[in-house]
């Protein structure tokens, strides 16, 4: 990583809401902290947002959790964010939605989901390719988008691509989990 990650067990200027914070994070993630958590560690309200935040994609929202992980994985390939593929890359396995091939296909960024068997992923997919990409949403995808999804499902999903994309904007432009040099992305 760009920046030294923060050591959790040594916060010497923490105060009681960091502390909270750390805490808080901790039991969210059931678990010892990942590099993301130690990297955004350097600014307490900054984890503090994000764990809210990410927390209600992760775990609030309506959407299929394959749908949701697909688009995570889509974005980490699209912006070579390998620390955030290789976290999500197993849990869209795990959903045995797509098969080990439709996986590996995702990496392609020229797929445009061709030969995905559920048309509810191919749309989602060619969103999270719009938003990502263009960013501006052409109306004909909105629209199919929304003949498949509800108007709640509809702000899940797009709420979902554009806050990953911000995961991995920031994962990529500080080298978060030190993936750069081995999935040979040229930070030179």
């Not at 992760?58 to 688009?71: K, V």
């Not at 995702?106 to 061709?114: A, C, I, K, M, S």
């Not at 995905?116 to 997919?125: F, G, K, P, T």
Request: with cysteine.
């Amino acid at each position: 990583m760009r920046l030294p990650y923060v050591d959790e067990s040594h916060l010497p200027d923490a105060t009681p809401s960091d502390l909270a914070i750390l805490s808080d994070t901790r039991a969210r993630r059931r678990g010892p902290l990942l590099a993301l958590d130690r990297a955004l560690l350097h600014s307490p309200p900054i984890l503090a947002g994000w764990n809210a935040f990410f927390g209600a994609v992760r775990t609030g929202t309506t959407i299929d959790a394959s749908l949701r992980e697909m688009i995570m994985c889509r974005i980490a390939a699209l912006n070579r964010a390998w620390f955030e593929w290789e976290q999500h890359e197993p849990l869209l396995r795990e959903t045995g939605a797509l098969s080990a091939e439709m996986v590996e296909r995702l990496r392609d960024e020229r797929w445009d989901g061709d030969g995905l068997a559920d048309r509810r992923h191919v749309l989602v997919l060619r969103y999270t390719d719009a938003m990502t990409r263009d960013v501006v949403v052409r109306q004909p995808l909105f629209d199919e988008l929304r003949r498949l999804f509800g108007d709640r499902e509809v702000v899940e999903i797009t709420a979902t691509v554009a806050g990953y994309n911000a995961v991995s904007r920031f994962l990529v432009a500080l080298d978060v989990g030190e993936t750069a040099e081995r999935y040979g992305v040229d930070m030179s």
